[in-house]
C-alpha cells in the first residue's frame, strides 16, 4: 500500500470528510477537482499525512468513478440519492483501488452517509469488500467514458490505447527543471522543439501559466508571452518574474485576431487550447467534463489560431504547433497556409513519428501525451 493510500491515524474522520465534501461538489456540482481540493485543504486544518490522504481520495475517486459505480450497483436495487451515491463511491474506492483495509474503509466511510442510510451503506460496502468483481467492459474496469476509449482503440490501436488509459490512471510523476519550475518533462520537450536561440524573437501565443516562455527565455531569446485573459497573463508574469526570466514580456492578446505585424517573429509557438486528452492523470475530472462536440468545436478554434498565427512568422523562422491531446482532428488533421515546409529533424525526447510531426505517448515516456509540429517559412 502507498503512503499517500494508507489511513492517516491523527485525524481520518476529518480526512474522510474533507474528501467527501469535495467529492460532492465535483460529482454534483460540476466543480473543477483541482479548484476544488485546493480550497477545501486551506480551511481543513490536516496535517500533511492527512492532506496526502485527502488527495488521494479526491483524485482516485473522481478518476474511477465508473468502476466504483459498476462495484457498488451489483448490491443495489434502487438508485441512491446523490449524497450517497457520492459516499459508495468513496468507499468503493478505498476498498478496490487505495488498498484501505476493510474494517476502516467500511467503518469511518459509513459515518459520512445521513443516519438513515447507515445501514444501507454498511451493508452495500461490506458486499463490495467481500465479493470479487468479474468486469462488464474495459471501459468500466478502467473507468474511462465509451467515446474516449472508442476514440483512443481508433487512434492509437488497441494495445497502445489500452496501456495509455491505464497509465493515465496513475498519479504522475513530478518533474522539476534545473530553475525550480515544475513541469511536465513532455511539456519540456515541447519547449526545447523550439529553435530558438540567444537573442532571437519568439512569440508564445498561448503562454498561461508560462512555462515554456520562461524555458525557451532561458536560452537567451526575447519571448512575448501572451494569452486571452488578464488573470491568466498576470500569471505568466509571477512565473516570469520568480524565476528571473527577464526576457519574458507578458501581454494580452486573442491568438485568432493577434495584434501583431506579419513577419515579425523568428519563432511563434502554438500551444493550442485542446481536449486535452493526454492529460487525463493530472486532470482527474476532465475525462467526466470532456464530451464529443469538443474536439470538433476545438479543432475549429485551433485552425483558426493557425491561420492567424502562422503569418507571424519572418522568412526562415519556425512555427511550432503542440496539444497536449493524442487525437488526429487536433493535430494532424490541420492544415498549414502556404509557405511553409515541415521540419523533419527529431526533436530532443521520447517522440515518434506522426504524420509530418511527433507524438509522445504517456505509457512510453512516463509523461503526458503530446503532438508537435514543426514547419519552417521558407526565404
Not at 322 to 339: D, F, K, Q, W
Request: proline fraction near 7%; charge should be neutral.
Amino acid at each position: 500500500m502507498s503512503a499517500a493510500a494508507r489511513p492517516p491515524s491523527a485525524r481520518p474522520q476529518s480526512a474522510r470528510m474533507t474528501a467527501f465534501r469535495c467529492l460532492q461538489r465535483i460529482d454534483h456540482e460540476g466543480a473543477y477537482a483541482n479548484l476544488v481540493l485546493a480550497a477545501e485543504l486551506e480551511r481543513s486544518g490536516l496535517d500533511v499525512r492527512d492532506r496526502r490522504f485527502v488527495t488521494e481520495l479526491v483524485y482516485g475517486t473522481t478518476r474511477m468513478r465508473r468502476a466504483c459505480d459498476v462495484l457498488v450497483d451489483r448490491f443495489v436495487s434502487a438508485t441512491p440519492s446523490p449524497e450517497v451515491r457520492t459516499v459508495l463511491r468513496l468507499g468503493a474506492y478505498q476498498l478496490h483501488f487505495a488498498g484501505v483495509p476493510a474494517h476502516a474503509a467500511v467503518s469511518e466511510t459509513v459515518e459520512l452517509a445521513p443516519k438513515r442510510a447507515r445501514g444501507f451503506v454498511n451493508a452495500v460496502l461490506r458486499r463490495v469488500s467481500s465479493t470479487p468483481i468479474t468486469w462488464p467492459s474495459e471501459a468500466d474496469r478502467l473507468s474511462y467514458p465509451d467515446w474516449i476509449v472508442q476514440r483512443l482503440e481508433a487512434e492509437l490501436g488497441h494495445d497502445d490505447a489500452f496501456a495509455t488509459m491505464a497509465t493515465m490512471n496513475d498519479a504522475p510523476p513530478v518533474t522539476e527543471r534545473d530553475d525550480g519550475y515544475v513541469q511536465d518533462l513532455g511539456s519540456q520537450w515541447v519547449a526545447w522543439a523550439v529553435p530558438a536561440s540567444a537573442g532571437d524573437s519568439v512569440l508564445d501565443v498561448c503562454a498561461a501559466p508560462g512555462g515554456k516562455a520562461t524555458a525557451i527565455a532561458a536560452r537567451g531569446a526575447v519571448v512575448v508571452a501572451a494569452d486571452l485573459q488578464e488573470q491568466r497573463v498576470g500569471l505568466v508574469a509571477s512565473n516570469a518574474a520568480r524565476l528571473g526570466a527577464t526576457g519574458v514580456l507578458a501581454v494580452i492578446a486573442d491568438a485568432t485576431t493577434p495584434p501583431f505585424a506579419p513577419r515579425s517573429f523568428q519563432h511563434v509557438l502554438l500551444d493550442a487550447p485542446c481536449s486535452g486528452l493526454g492529460t487525463l492523470r493530472r486532470r482527474a475530472d476532465a475525462r467526466w467534463r470532456i464530451q464529443p462536440g469538443d474536439v470538433t468545436q476545438l479543432a475549429v478554434l485551433q485552425q483558426r489560431m493557425i491561420d492567424a498565427c502562422a503569418p507571424l512568422v519572418a522568412p526562415g523562422g519556425s512555427f511550432t504547433y503542440s496539444v497536449c491531446t493524442l487525437l488526429a482532428a487536433e493535430s494532424t488533421a490541420h492544415r498549414m497556409p502556404g509557405g511553409f515546409e515541415p521540419i523533419t529533424e527529431r526533436p530532443n525526447g521520447a517522440w515518434h513519428e506522426y504524420g509530418d510531426g511527433w507524438r509522445v505517448l504517456p505509457h512510453e515516456a512516463d509523461t503526458d501525451g503530446m503532438i508537435l509540429l514543426r514547419y519552417r517559412r521558407q526565404p
